[in-house]
Nanobody
Framework: EVQLVESGGGLVQAGGFLRLSCAAS????????ITWFRQAPGKEREGVAC????????LYADSVKGRFTISTDYARRTAFLQMNSLRPEDTAVYLC?????????????????WGQGTQVTVSS
């Protein structure tokens, strides 16, 4: 059974940083797309950053380019999202998702396995 567990969220001031982790189990981690999504109250879930675990190829939403970095640690079966220069509009529940394949995507419908999420709150 695929399990994804996020951690690292919290409250931070604008301009600050956080590092989110997504610990994976139940699959090989060899050839998967892993994406961080976020969902703010009253808004649709949106893809933020994706990485292919096999190629290292990445894809970012325009709203986070240059501020967020996605990475993986294969040995620890963990994906990370380094978030710098945080803004109040980054406030949301952040979730990670995975799906087998050597591709990258920010589309919700492309992913079948999801974590429960971790709350990120950025104060102004």
């Amino acid at each position: 059974e695929v399990q994804l567990v996020e951690s690292g969220g919290g409250l931070v001031q604008a301009g600050g940083f956080l590092r989110l982790s997504c610990a994976a189990s139940g699959f090989t981690f060899d050839d998967y797309a892993i994406t961080w999504f976020r969902q703010a109250p009253g808004k649709e879930r949106e893809g933020v950053a994706c990485i292919s675990s096999s190629s290292g190829r990445t894809l970012y939403a325009d709203s986070v380019k240059g501020r967020f970095t996605i990475s993986t640690d294969y040995a620890r079966r963990t994906a990370f999202l380094q978030m710098n220069s945080l803004r109040p509009e980054d406030t949301a529940v952040y979730l990670c998702a995975s799906e087998p394949g050597s591709w990258v995507s920010l589309n919700v419908g492309d992913f079948g396995s999801w974590g429960q999420g971790t709350q990120v709150t950025v104060s102004s």
